[in-house]
């Protein structure tokens, strides 16, 4: 059986500190590029309206791998010998339809939304009009 994978999914250019309305997804990835021998923060706010004030999000385990510290933030450390591109996954259930992410010391590579809640299966043109005519034919 095949998930509808490209339909439950939106990739998006993302810049630290842009508002995202994630209405109809419950999950995210944030690619974060963290030079060597770094550490970057990543801090996660969220809102009600795009314009409205933003506060952090209450939840120490919105970031799934990385456990928000004291100051609200999640922390990715490279000790490798090259720069890395750490996938950041993040829990957005507990969120309210906008999110802000700030990124320290990192450059954001993109942002995907996923665990779409409402997406209707897309099915080719082409399929369904061979399928409608096999039926007429009997």
Not at 33 to 59: L, M, N, R, W, Y
Not at 77 to 89: F, M
Not at 117 to 137: I, M, R, S
């Amino acid at each position: 059986m095949k998930k509808a994978l490209f339909d439950t999914v939106a990739v998006l250019p993302y810049t630290s500190g842009s508002v995202v309305d994630r209405l109809g997804y419950e999950s995210a990835i944030l690619a974060v590029t963290v030079k060597t021998s770094q550490t970057a923060t990543v801090k996660i706010e969220h809102c009600d309206t795009d314009s409205g004030t933003f506060e952090a999000v209450p939840d120490s385990r919105v970031f799934v791998d990385n456990p928000v510290d004291t100051s609200g933030q999640a922390s990715l450390k490279n000790e490798d010998a090259a720069d890395v591109v750490a996938n950041l996954d993040i829990d957005l259930i507990g969120c309210k339809r906008y999110i802000k992410l700030t990124v320290t010391n990192g450059t954001v590579g993109g942002l995907a939304l996923g665990d779409a809640t409402d997406y209707p299966v897309k099915y080719p043109v082409q399929a369904t009009a061979a399928a409608d005519t096999d039926d007429e034919e009997g």
